[in-house]
């Protein structure tokens, strides 16, 4: 895997790895999975009870979050960068609603607010880039993307042929 080659890129790379650890951490020893988030772990449950199936499928989700991120840095895929700001916060407030109205113990805020904070992270990032990389190039896609030096570069000079 290549390293990140941006700001914003390093952000998202930080996210994708504790995503996947934390995930594969759920799948294999839930029950330090539960105690990190705040949650009690009985030492039986209930009939009905199915916590383990819902971290099982959490943890998962998790950890293909994280490759899917980690994919994201390897082609420095700026425009699921911007995607993830804005989703992120929407988690952090969903997260914190949760919180809120006692559906999840005050320790379930650390994951609202670390969706926050990775959010304005990636948008600190993503302007830091903007700005070290001045003005917009003419090869620049409408996203922002670059579509390839190829394209960019103009015609290719014959190969063989006096200058």
Same mark, same amino acid.
């Given at each position: 895997?290549?390293?990140?080659?941006?700001?914003?890129?390093?952000?998202?790379?930080?996210?994708?790895? @504790? +995503? $996947?650890?934390?995930?594969?951490?759920?799948?294999?020893?839930?029950?330090?999975?539960? #105690? !990190?988030?705040? =949650?009690? &772990?009985?030492?039986?449950?209930?009939?009905?009870?199915?916590?383990?199936?819902?971290?099982?499928?959490?943890?998962?989700?998790?950890?293909?979050?994280?490759?899917?991120?980690? @994919? +994201? $840095?390897?082609?420095?895929?700026?425009?699921?960068?911007?995607?993830?700001?804005?989703? #992120? !916060?929407?988690? =952090?407030? &969903?997260?914190?609603?949760?919180?809120?109205?006692?559906?999840?113990?005050?320790?379930?805020?650390?994951?609202?607010?670390?969706?926050?904070?990775?959010?304005?992270?990636?948008?600190?990032?993503?302007?830091?880039?903007?700005?070290?990389?001045?003005?917009?190039?003419?090869?620049?896609?409408?996203?922002?993307?670059?579509?390839?030096?190829?394209?960019?570069?103009?015609?290719?000079?014959?190969?063989?042929?006096?200058?």
């Amino acid at each position: 895997m290549r390293l990140p080659r941006s700001g914003a890129g390093w952000t998202i790379a930080v996210f994708g790895v @504790l +995503a $996947v650890l934390l995930g594969a951490l759920g799948l294999v020893w839930p029950e330090a999975q539960l #105690r !990190l988030l705040g =949650f009690e &772990v009985p030492a039986r449950r209930a009939a009905g009870d199915y916590t383990g199936t819902f971290l099982t499928a959490s943890s998962m989700a998790s950890f293909n979050m994280g490759v899917y991120y980690l @994919l +994201a $840095v390897a082609t420095e895929w700026r425009a699921f960068y911007r995607f993830t700001v804005v989703f #992120r !916060l929407v988690t =952090f407030t &969903v997260f914190t609603l949760t919180v809120l109205a006692d559906v999840a113990p005050d320790r379930f805020f650390g994951v609202a607010l670390w969706e926050g904070l990775g959010a304005v992270a990636t948008a600190i990032g993503l302007r830091w880039d903007a700005r070290r990389a001045g003005a917009s190039t003419p090869a620049d896609g409408p996203d922002g993307d670059l579509p390839g030096a190829a394209a960019s570069a103009g015609p290719a000079p014959a190969v063989g042929t006096a200058g």
